[in-house]
């Protein structure tokens, strides 16, 4: 069947709710697209997909470099497609500073999930803006459920603010975590942690199993010092092994009683509107920024404010007064 063409909404709509692997990822591409034709044409898809959005289980994962995320998502994704899921996976990436491209290849690193036909990999590099690499994710997010998938997985290296981020898009946000590194937080933020509804202790198999669960009785022990307090969930602790599978049902059993949890006290559908509203103003500073940058009144003299202040030769409030000032706003 012929693709639909590249600014035929309705078609694109149409074929994308068949669940079109071809037109989901061209659909997922106008979204990441920074040009103002595909930008239209994507915010009229989207508001055209919207009814069949939202039946997903959005799970966001993360953890350290090394800790094994494409390997356990390969075996989870493997297992849940098994079982008659459709499952897509959203790779945020770091990207190249020199070419803003994807890095890591999520798609050699799941050979599995990659060529399973009820799964869909993506990688999505970040372009060096967590804001805007937050936004068009969730988008590709509301794609990934309008073509039909009823799991999606957002994954994020466990660097920088991206774990806050993801955390904000979906129903329940796991941490993924090595066994025997001594300080079991092992780097991983204590506020990254004290967000996680699960924690997985991973690589509990052979030699490591008993270390795994040891690792996991120490989380357990850290998490009740943090005194998370929800009247709703208690964070599950749980030790895995993507190498092997041991331990994925658990998880996923976990998963989806938080998310049965949260449904039950309402709080999924107030978060989702909560993060909705959210992510609406997110974009409008993201616009707002980017309209402020290309305004004539202020293209020239951005650059001038912005190294006074970096060298020390102006107060940050200053600046900022000056500019709103300049946009007639008054003062900040």
Request: charged share 25%; net charge neutral; proline share 4%.
């Amino acid at each position: 069947m012929p693709l639909p063409a590249p600014g035929d909404v309705a078609a694109i709509a149409e074929a994308l709710r068949r669940g079109e692997r071809a037109v989901l990822a061209r659909a997922i591409t106008l979204v990441e697209s920074r040009k103002a034709e595909h930008r239209r044409t994507a915010r009229a898809l989207l508001q055209a997909v919207l009814p069949a959005t939202g039946g997903a289980v959005r799970l966001g994962l993360t953890g350290p470099p090394g800790v094994g995320k494409s390997t356990t998502l390969d075996a989870l994704g493997t297992m849940l497609t098994a079982r008659g899921h459709r499952v897509a996976v959203l790779a945020i990436d770091p990207s190249s500073s020199r070419t803003g491209g994807s890095i890591l290849g999520d798609k050699t690193r799941m050979a599995r999930l990659s060529v399973d036909r009820a799964a869909y990999v993506r990688p999505s590099p970040s372009g060096g803006s967590l804001g805007g690499v937050a936004a068009r994710t969730r988008e590709a997010m509301l794609l990934c459920e309008a073509a039909g998938f009823d799991v999606v997985i957002v994954e994020t290296v466990g660097t920088g603010q991206s774990e806050t981020a993801v955390a904000e898009m979906v129903d329940t946000f796991a941490v993924l975590l090595l066994p025997g590194a001594g300080d079991e937080l092992q780097g991983i933020k204590k506020g990254v942690v004290e967000i996680a509804d699960v924690l997985a202790v991973n690589k509990a198999d052979g030699d490591n199993r008993a270390r795994a669960q040891l690792a996991a009785a120490e989380l357990r022990a850290a998490l009740q010092i943090l005194g998370r307090h929800d009247p709703v969930w208690t964070p599950a602790v749980v030790t895995v092994s993507g190498l092997t599978g041991e331990g994925l049902e658990d998880f996923w059993n976990q998963v989806l009683l938080h998310r049965e949890r949260m449904r039950a006290s309402g709080r999924l559908a107030e978060t989702r509107a909560r993060q909705q509203v959210a992510w609406m103003w997110a974009m409008i500073r993201e616009r707002f920024e980017a309209g402020l940058r290309d305004n004539p009144a202020l293209s020239e003299r951005l650059p001038e404010l912005e190294a006074d202040v970096r060298e020390g030769r102006l107060a940050a409030s200053v600046a900022a007064d000056e500019v709103a000032e300049r946009l007639g706003l008054g003062e900040v």
